[in-house]
Nanobody, 124 residues
């Protein structure tokens, strides 16, 4: 069983930065793909970005160039560094893990384990 715990959310102003963390137990990030998703009020959950076990990353067009995903394998923690935040980035952010290593899919159904989410609010 894999458990994921996100942290690092909060309330920030437009243009600020935040770093979200996703700590995993049960599987190591070096052997699985993981993804970050977000869900804004009244909207469906959407893919933000992901990283494979070998370190390949992909991002949604809406965050490309502003967000960066990386991981510390020895800490079994993955991170979502968010820069130049905009009000439209306001959402609950979730990390998710697949049971195998692959290119991180953009579809929710590709992931086996999910964290509880952390709120990010960007004020204008």
């Amino acid at each position: 069983q894999v458990q994921l715990v996100e942290s690092g959310g909060g309330l920030v102003q437009t243009g600020a930065s935040l770093r979200l963390s996703c700590a995993a137990s049960g599987r190591t990030f070096s052997s699985v793909a993981m993804g970050w998703f977000r869900q804004a009020p009244g909207k469906e959950r959407e893919f933000v970005g992901g990283i494979s076990g070998s370190g390949y990353t992909s991002y949604a067009d809406s965050v490309k160039g502003r967000f960066n995903i990386f991981k510390h394998v020895d800490k079994n923690t993955a991170y979502l560094q968010m820069n130049s935040l905009k009000p439209e980035d306001t959402a609950v952010y979730y990390c998710a893990v697949m049971g195998r290593d692959t290119m991180p899919p953009r579809e929710e159904a590709g992931y086996d384990y999910w964290g509880q989410g952390t709120q990010v609010t960007v004020s204008s």
